[in-house]
C-alpha cells in the first residue's frame, strides 16, 4: 500500500519567515496530493491541493509542488502569521471522485513565533 | 463543502461497555470513511462505510470491535465495542462530495476509555 512520509515532525518560525514541509509517497500511481491544516482540538481542514498533472500551485500565501519523478510533493508558508500555528498533515491518494483511499504523513507541528 | 453533524463531541466511558457515534451529512454521499486519531498522532483510518453494502475495514480494524452502519446516503455510525483504554482517541467521520476531491471531516469524537 502507499506510504507517506513527512518532514519535519516540528518547525519553529519566526514571523514573517517561511515555512516548509516536504512529504514523500511510495505509490506511483497516487495522483492526489491534499494538505491538511489542523488547529488544536478542531478538525483537520483542506487547505491546497495538487493533482499529478501539475508541477504547482499557490493559493495567497501557501503554495504546493509536485515532483512526480522523485515523488515528493511540499508545502511553502510565506510570511508566517501566527495564526498559521498548527499541525500540517500531506496525504496522497489514487483514484478520482467518490472513492479514494487517502493516506496521510505522520503530521508536522508548526509554531510561529511573534 | 459538505456539513457535517457527528456526536457526541466527547464521552467517557467504562471499559468493556460501547459507544455508538454518529455523523449526519448535509448532502448524499457515495462513501463515507471513518478514522482514528489517538493523541498527537496521524490519522488512520478505520473503514470505508457504502450505502446498501458492507462496509471495507483497514488492516488491524475488524468488524466485531467497530461495527458500522450506513442506512443511506447521509448518515452513518460506528460503534466502538468492548471498550479498553487503548480505545481512547479522536475519532472522525468524512466524505467526499462527488466532482470534489478533498476530505471534508466531521468535527470528532473524543472519547476516554476508564
Known amino acids: 500500500g502507499e506510504n507517506v512520509e513527512q518532514h519535519p515532525s516540528t518547525l519553529s518560525v519566526q514571523e514573517g519567515d517561511s515555512a516548509v514541509i516536504k512529504c514523500t509517497y511510495s505509490?506511483?500511481?497516487?495522483?492526489?496530493f491534499p494538505w491538511y491544516k489542523q488547529e488544536l482540538g478542531k478538525r483537520p481542514q483542506l487547505i491546497i491541493d495538487?493533482?499529478?498533472?501539475?508541477g504547482e500551485k499557490k493559493d495567497q500565501r501557501i503554495a504546493v509542488t509536485l515532483n512526480k519523478t522523485a515523488k515528493h510533493f511540499s508545502l511553502h508558508i510565506t510570511e508566517t502569521q501566527p495564526e498559521d500555528s498548527a499541525v500540517y498533515f500531506c496525504a496522497a491518494s489514487r483514484g478520482s471522485g467518490g472513492y479514494q483511499k487517502v493516506t496521510f504523513g505522520i503530521g508536522t507541528k508548526l509554531q510561529v513565533i511573534p | 463543502s459538505a456539513v457535517i453533524s457527528q456526536k457526541p463531541s466527547r464521552d467517557i466511558c467504562q471499559r468493556g461497555t460501547s459507544l455508538t457515534i454518529q455523523c449526519q451529512v448535509d448532502s448524499q454521499v457515495t462513501m463515507m470513511f471513518w478514522y482514528r486519531q489517538q493523541p498527537g498522532q496521524s490519522l488512520t483510518l478505520i473503514a470505508t462505510?457504502?450505502?446498501?453494502?458492507?462496509?471495507?475495514?483497514e488492516s488491524g480494524f475488524v468488524i466485531d470491535k467497530f461495527p458500522i452502519s450506513r442506512p443511506n446516503l447521509t448518515f452513518s455510525t460506528l460503534t466502538v465495542s468492548n471498550m479498553s483504554p487503548e480505545d481512547s482517541s479522536i475519532y472522525l467521520c468524512?466524505?467526499?462530495?462527488?466532482?470534489?476531491?478533498?476530505?471534508?471531516f466531521g468535527s470528532g469524537t473524543r472519547l476516554t476509555v476508564v
Open positions: 495538487i493533482r499529478s498533472n501539475v
Open positions: 468524512s466524505v467526499v462530495q462527488p466532482g470534489y476531491y478533498g476530505y471534508t
Open positions: 505509490d506511483s500511481a497516487s495522483n492526489y
Open positions: 462505510a457504502n450505502q446498501g453494502s458492507e462496509a471495507t475495514y
